[in-house]
């Protein structure tokens, strides 16, 4: 069975604060990404990655940058967290290729005060 | 601009009977469809897919059917059982677009026993 993990399932920080989120899989995924999700509004991709220290922005990007540089590990950094970005944050892996399916991990709600 | 819209946030529906959940979508691109089911709690989990040179799959009791023409897809769940209680994802991603999949903003649906 696929196996994602995410560091923290919930998580209080303060604004301003530089804040990590991790996520790590066990089945050799070449594909990572970044989503949130938003009450009316669903997944909404923030970055992926298709190979190590490799990057790509999703739809948005904007306060957040990530990191990959293990093939197993990919980390989501909001580099100074603000109130706007309370919201759960959910990792996926998928092997490769367009119509593989992508594995989630359990998320993590993060809440900015 | 949603590009895949659910516009239903919510349905309920008796035990037994059978749920129909709706999906929108505007980019024309769109090949491949695919829904997700997330319980509280849990990242989503990949239910059934269709690729757009089909209209319809079947995987027991859930069945996708693609109306391209329409720009319309539908999820149908027979019978309805009270463990699919849960909220329902469609998504959609394009050849050129790579592995990245587009959400709807999800439906919640409520079987009741």
């Known amino acids: 069975d696929v196996k994602v993990t995410q560091s923290s399932r919930y998580l209080v920080k303060r604004t301003g604060e530089k804040v990590f989120l991790e996520c790590v899989q066990d089945?050799?995924?070449?594909?990572m990404f970044w989503y949130r999700q938003d009450p009316g509004l669903g997944l909404r991709l923030i970055y992926f990655s298709y190979d190590v220290k490799m990057k790509e922005k999703g739809d948005i990007p904007e306060g957040y940058s990530v990191s990959r540089e293990k093939k197993e590990r990919f980390s989501l950094i909001l580099e100074s967290a603000s109130t706007n970005q309370t919201s759960m944050y959910l990792c996926?892996?998928?092997?490769?290729?367009?119509?593989?399916?992508?594995?989630f991990g359990p998320g993590t709600r993060l809440l900015v005060l | 601009d949603q590009q895949v819209k659910q516009n239903s946030p919510s349905l309920s529906v008796q035990e037994g009977r059978i749920s129909i959940l709706n999906c929108d979508y505007t980019?024309?691109?769109?090949?491949?469809f695919l829904w997700y089911k997330k319980y509280p709690a849990e990242g989503p989990t990949f239910l059934i897919s269709i690729s757009s040179i089909k209209d319809k799959n079947e995987d027991g009791r859930f069945t996708v059917f693609l109306n391209k023409s329409a720009k319309h897809l539908s999820l149908h769940i027979v019978p309805s059982q009270p463990g699919d209680s849960a909220v329902y994802f469609c998504a959609a991603s394009a050849m050129t677009a790579g592995n990245k999949l587009t959400f709807g903003g999800g439906t919640r649906v409520l079987v009741k026993p």
């Open positions: 089945m050799d995924h070449e594909n």
């Open positions: 980019n024309s691109m769109f090949d491949y």
């Open positions: 996926a892996s998928s092997l490769g290729g367009r119509q593989e399916t992508q594995y």
